[in-house]
Nanobody, 121 residues
Framework: QVQLVESGGGLVQPGGSLRLSCGASGSIFSINVMGWYRQAPGSQRELVAEITSGGNTNYADSVKGRFTISRDNAKNTVYLQMNRLQPEDTAVYYC???????????????WGQGTQVTVSS
């Protein structure tokens, strides 16, 4: 069984920082893309940032220059450093990965359970 587990959410004041982590565990054969999505109340889930196994990154325009995604391939972990947080960043943040386990013929999409990020004074 393969799963993603997130950590690092919480309450922070505007202008503050948080770091999210997401670790993949189980019988993992390979991990391609890892990324972060978020969903605010009443809104659709949207891409925040993603990173390939080779280190290529893609960011939503709204977070460019404030958020940084990185990954440790040896630990099967992806991070999201969030700086200069604003109230509009408040959402549940979900980790997503395209992974192949030892028991699957093809890669498939996996999601974490989500972690709440609240930016408020």
């Amino acid at each position: 069984q393969v799963q993603l587990v997130e950590s690092g959410g919480g309450l922070v004041q505007p202008g503050g920082s948080l770091r999210l982590s997401c670790g993949a565990s189980g019988s993992i054969f390979s991990i391609n893309v890892m990324g972060w999505y978020r969903q605010a109340p009443g809104s659709q889930r949207e891409l925040v940032a993603e990173i390939t196994s080779g280190g290529n990154t893609n960011y939503a325009d709204s977070v460019k220059g404030r958020f940084t995604i990185s990954r440790d391939n040896a630990k099967n972990t992806v991070y999201l450093q969030m700086n200069r947080l604003q109230p509009e960043d408040t959402a549940v943040y979900y980790c997503r990965a395209i992974m192949k386990s030892h028991f699957q013929a093809r890669s498939r999409e996996y999601w974490g359970q989500g972690t709440q990020v609240t930016v408020s004074s």
